[in-house]
């Protein structure tokens, strides 16, 4: 008994990935940064997005006697990288005058992905391995009977840890060492009502929200104005001292600037099912961190429950 087996093609799912990059995604990504505007003057933006809501972009070969290789065979012999060149429409735009210029612009050269699905990079044949990372979003942990913890994932920007310790021994008379802190990228931990404050929250609505919470879980916080909660966030950016309201405000910022920090489609997807969330803003908002601690807090009470951090049901 004899049988034919076609042994698939391997190097389809690299090439379909890749043109679905070029022809897609590129567009995509241009498309949230865009406009660009100067931190420091706002007289103009720097857009890639035209007057019909779209970004145009295409690819355009080296000519034969430019000394760049046009085939992956030059490429190997002249230890060169095979690749054409990324152009793009873009649009001045002066807010003053309304004026608006288009350009045509030089983005970057991209690798040309051979059938093999390689790359032909300073002469050498490349490839691409697919890996698998957690996906973004937000999962909950127990490490010890009395500590919960919290991490957010985001496509783009640094994680964001939380963390809720409970006080092992209750003892009458004597002030509770429960806490509910959260950590900042690249920044110290602060108290989770503290950054609440910070962002907006005032005591009326952090007691609605999370007053009974904090009762339950016996952790003190103090009522503060928000001047005094961005100090501290800003002492918490800058340890050395130099921060203050101002230098919180920018924390902040930098926090819920979609190009500095954004969950993308899926950690939107994903934290809005975990949370019971709506909306499809990839940014996060107060009400994002508000959510987060009150289910953090809720964990030691059965009001949720947590991940499993490492299931492959996280990755991507």
Request: a positive charge; proline letters at 5%; charged letters at 25%.
């Amino acid at each position: 008994m004899s049988f034919h087996f076609q042994a698939p093609d391997l190097a389809e799912f690299p090439r379909r990935s890749y043109r679905r990059f070029l022809e897609e995604t590129l567009g995509n990504l241009f498309a949230e940064i865009s406009p660009i505007a100067s931190e420091y003057s706002n007289r103009f933006e720097l857009t890639f997005v035209g007057p019909d809501g779209k970004v145009k972009w295409w690819f355009e070969d080296y000519a034969q006697d430019s000394g760049y290789p046009n085939t992956a065979e030059q490429a190997r012999k002249t230890n060169m990288t095979h690749s054409r060149r990324l152009m793009m429409d873009a649009w001045l735009r002066d807010t003053v005058t309304g004026e608006l210029r288009k350009s045509k612009c030089y983005i970057a050269d991209m690798p040309v992905i051979t059938d093999r699905g390689t790359f032909v990079i300073n002469g050498s044949e490349r490839v691409v391995l697919g890996q698998l990372v957690r996906a973004p979003g937000i999962y909950f942990s127990q490490t010890t009977p009395i500590t919960y913890k919290a991490l957010m994932l985001a496509e783009q920007g640094a994680p964001i840890a939380f963390e809720l310790v409970l006080d092992p021994a209750v003892t009458p008379g004597k002030a509770s060492r429960a806490k509910c802190r959260i950590k900042l990228p690249k920044r110290s931990w602060i108290a989770c009502t503290t950054l609440l404050t910070a962002m907006g929250y005032d005591a009326q609505e952090i007691q609605k929200r999370l007053g009974k919470l904090l009762e339950r879980n016996r952790i003190e916080w103090k009522q503060i104005t928000q001047q005094e909660a961005l100090s501290v966030v800003g002492r918490g950016w800058k340890p050395d001292g130099g921060g203050g309201a101002g230098a919180g405000n920018t924390a902040l910022s930098e926090l819920t600037d979609k190009r500095r920090y954004s969950l993308g489609k899926l950690g939107r997807s994903r934290f809005n099912a975990k949370l019971r969330l709506e909306g499809e803003s990839k940014s996060l908002a107060p009400a994002d961190l508000m959510s987060a601690i009150e289910y953090l807090l809720g964990l030691p009470h059965d009001m949720g429950f947590v991940d499993h951090i490492d299931s492959l049901e996280t990755v991507t």
